[in-house]
């Protein structure tokens, strides 16, 4: 026992004396929630969206007054009036405007004769977010001009009412879950991957080996260290983006005990994974190459970015192997839902098992001579 | 092989590892797939004594130190360390010893004191006790007043200070030390010579030191042995060493112009034991009376009209020794050995 907790004294004192580890493991993750947190799942805004009206006549006006609408009200985008249709499409080719519509010649004549009036819409599908949004939004405004003016006797548009049961989630808070698992990956990658690995290269281990430590209370004495630096990076990343993305969950005494659980899940969790991949490991650049290769394998297919149920096939059986989605589908289920200990307890159960097999599978592959 | 290796006979040897042997190896090998990095090597080391490994890197030494102190598994022999068993009784072998690794492994990020604790703990050395031992230590190597500096604010000579009082922070009966002054400064390194001969006699240590340096293993080893290509090719004190070699005197000399005769013009002077040929017309003349030598020398270019870039004379070295049981100079064999590393464990050679 003295010996297990002298590795994680060393461990920890080095850990504490340089602050730049934990620093470093949180840095990514939070330029990650406040970059593609402001960045992704917002509304689309201020598009420019080129106006070619060939008909003039009355149907145009309406056309022109939903147009405006749509400007002030919901500003997905803005109208730009264009004379020539060649020139608003050859304007969308060069990236001037996002979108051009074209509002025919004899289109008032089609809409009063009922003879498929159309309304042109040229849009950039090489954005598809910016294109979608255009589409989505001049959709809903032909719904509307398609009502008609007298309502019908028999009422057939049936409508689905949509309950959400949580407030709006902002993509900040959808993208915190994943950033409090980076920011524990990033740890245990640095602390128990890289400075493992380095450790052994300069000749620290040669100078544990040559003492009557045990391997069991070696491997047990590097982990829980590992595990507890990945703990402190999980709670520092927790606060820090929760206060960030405005979550008061983490002031719900029942909701700090459920993400303490889960972080400590995650802790033993990835920290067994990084034992497992760099127990034989002997150089130093082998960590550092794999890190962006682990961090898109696990990090991506988790449901951190978007949801599982997007991915084909073989990328949700991945997901279903990886840490990293039960360890976000809790946070997820606590920051989120406040959704208490039932909702995440197949991810405990994942969590600590998976920590806890590739433990075993890792003690016997550890080598107590060089 | 020289004379001075004598095997003793495996009963014998036995008495003396459970004896006055510290460590008793017996046709200890090491192979790597098909290569042999050790190969059959024998030796005894008496209690209280420093015994040094001297030869180029990549000779075997410190696979060798590494099989004494349960680093790397044995292919076959048998080492006894304080009479213990290597193999099936490594544990106890582990408490006896302290070792110094070539590297300086000491976390610069903590304190010396905290270096010290923290192997102290790894041994379980008890609190009172452990307290006591880093003060006298710390005494041992002068760095009582650095104690509670971080390791990164100290020198070389500093770190390698703290490196030999964590080795002895838990009271070992044996100590190996992996080339323990390989990056120094001349001062440090005499200044680790002093310490190390000091320990040896404050606290009875029985020391193992694996060097490069001649004049390390001259100044500091009570018996060398010479490794080289993973075998032992002399061992006996340095005295013992250098009697062994024929000659008392080298004459190094340098003629202006190379001529094949030179060879056997310098073998038929009086009293040369031996002449090696080095690089660029430079010749190395083993005899047992340098002043005659010299003079005959030259005489002899002044007959041949031959003029002579340099003489020197010097007494016999263990640097003379090596080249006698091994054919080469260490000094050559350690700057092919800043290109040529040692394979690593499990590569194919």
Not at chain 1, 154 to 157: I, L, N, S, Y
Not at chain 2, 180 to 185: A, E, I, V
């Given at each position: 026992m003295n010996r297990f907790l002298a590795i994680v004294e060393r461990e920890m004192r080095k850990f504490f004396r340089s602050p730049v580890l934990m620093i470093m493991s949180m840095m990514l993750p939070i330029v990650q929630l406040v970059i593609l947190g402001h960045a992704l799942g917002g509304h689309v805004k201020g598009a420019r969206v080129a106006v070619v009206d060939e008909d003039l006549g009355p149907q145009a006006v309406r056309v022109h007054e939903a147009l405006t609408a749509v400007a002030v009200n919901v500003a997905t985008f803005t109208t730009v009036p264009y004379a020539d249709e060649q020139q608003a499409r050859e304007d969308v080719r060069t990236g001037k405007v996002d979108a051009a519509i074209i509002i025919p010649a004899q289109y008032s004549h089609r809409v009063y004769a009922k003879n498929a009036p159309r309304i042109g819409l040229v849009v950039d599908n090489t954005d598809q977010i910016v294109s979608g949004a255009i589409e989505s939004e001049m959709q809903s405004l032909v719904d509307a001009l398609n009502q008609p003016d007298v309502p019908k006797r028999?009422?057939?548009?049936i409508g689905l009412r949509i309950v959400e049961i949580y407030p709006f989630v902002e993509y900040m808070k959808y993208l915190l879950a994943g950033s409090i698992a980076l920011a524990m990956y990033i740890s245990v990658m640095i602390g128990g991957g890289m400075l493992y690995i380095d450790d052994k290269a300069r000749g620290v281990h040669e100078g544990y080996l040559v003492?009557?430590?045990?391997k069991l209370e070696l491997v047990m004495g590097l982990n829980a260290a590992g595990a507890i630096k990945a703990v402190l990076s999980g709670i520092c990343l927790t606060v820090i983006g929760s206060m960030m993305a405005g979550l008061?969950?983490?002031?719900h005494p029942d909701a700090v005990l459920n993400l303490l659980l889960l972080i400590l899940g995650t802790s033993i969790a990835f920290n067994g994974m990084m034992f497992l991949m760099m127990v034989?490991?002997?150089?130093?650049?082998v960590p550092r190459a794999m890190f962006g290769v682990l961090n898109t394998l696990l990090f991506f297919?988790?449901?951190?970015?978007?949801?599982?149920?997007?991915?084909?096939k073989w990328l949700q059986k991945i997901a279903f192997v990886d840490p990293f989605t039960y360890a976000i589908h809790g946070f997820k289920s606590i920051?989120?839902?406040?959704?208490?200990?039932v909702s995440i307890q197949s991810d405990l159960l994942f969590l600590f098992a998976f920590g806890i097999g590739t433990l075993l599978i890792a003690t016997p592959l550890f080598k107590r001579t060089l | 092989m020289t004379a001075l290796l004598r095997q003793k006979p495996h009963d014998e040897q036995a008495v003396d590892a459970a004896g006055a042997s510290a460590i008793a190896v017996e046709n200890i090998v090491k192979r790597y797939g098909t290569f042999e990095?050790?190969?059959?090597v024998s030796f005894e080391v008496k209690s209280g004594e420093i015994f040094g490994l001297l030869g180029?890197?990549?000779?075997?030494k410190s696979t060798l130190i590494r099989m004494m102190t349960t680093l790397i598994p044995v292919t076959s022999g048998r080492a006894l360390v304080g009479g213990h068993d290597?193999?099936?009784?490594p544990n106890a072998v582990r408490h006896m010893i302290g070792v110094i690794p070539q590297?300086?492994?000491?976390?610069?990020?903590?304190?010396v004191e905290e270096n010290l604790s923290i192997y102290a703990k790894l041994y379980s050395v008890p609190k009172v006790q452990r307290e006591k031992n880093i003060a006298e230590v710390l005494e041992a190597v002068d760095l009582t007043k650095w104690r509670?500096?971080?390791?990164?604010?100290?020198?070389g000579g500093m770190r390698r200070r703290l490196e030999i009082a964590r080795g002895l922070v838990h009271n070992p009966r044996i100590f190996f030390l992996d080339e323990?002054?390989?990056?120094?400064?001349p001062v440090s390194r005499i200044a680790v010579w002093e310490m190390l001969n000091n320990l040896k006699k404050s606290r009875s240590l029985t020391m193992l030191i694996t060097t490069h340096y001649m004049e390390e293993a001259d100044r500091l080893c009570d018996r060398i042995a010479i490794v080289d290509h993973g075998k032992l090719v002399a061992l006996g004190t340095p005295v013992e060493l250098k009697q062994s070699v024929p000659g008392s005197n080298v004459v190094e000399v340098q003629f202006n112009r190379e001529d094949p005769e030179w060879q056997s013009r310098l073998q038929a002077l009086?009293?040369?034991?031996d002449v090696q040929s080095q690089s660029a017309g430079v010749y190395r003349v083993l005899t047992s009376n340098g002043s005659q030598t010299t003079t005959q020398l030259v005489e002899m270019a002044a007959g041949l009209g031959e003029q002579l870039t340099s003489l020197s004379v010097q007494n016999t070295s263990l640097d003379d020794v090596f080249v006698h049981y091994t054919g080469r100079q260490l000094r050559d064999e350690q700057v092919k050995a800043v290109f040529q590393m040692p394979p690593r464990p499990g590569a194919q050679p």
């Open positions: 028999v009422f057939t548009d003492t009557p430590i045990s008061g969950t983490i002031f034989r490991v002997d150089d130093p650049l297919p988790s449901g951190a970015i978007s949801p599982i149920s997007q991915f084909p920051l989120l839902k406040d959704g208490g200990f | 990095a050790v190969k059959g180029p890197n990549g000779a075997g290597v193999v099936k009784e590297a300086l492994t000491s976390d610069q990020d903590l304190t509670g500096a971080q390791t990164k604010t100290l020198s323990p002054t390989t990056g120094l400064d009086p009293g040369v034991t």
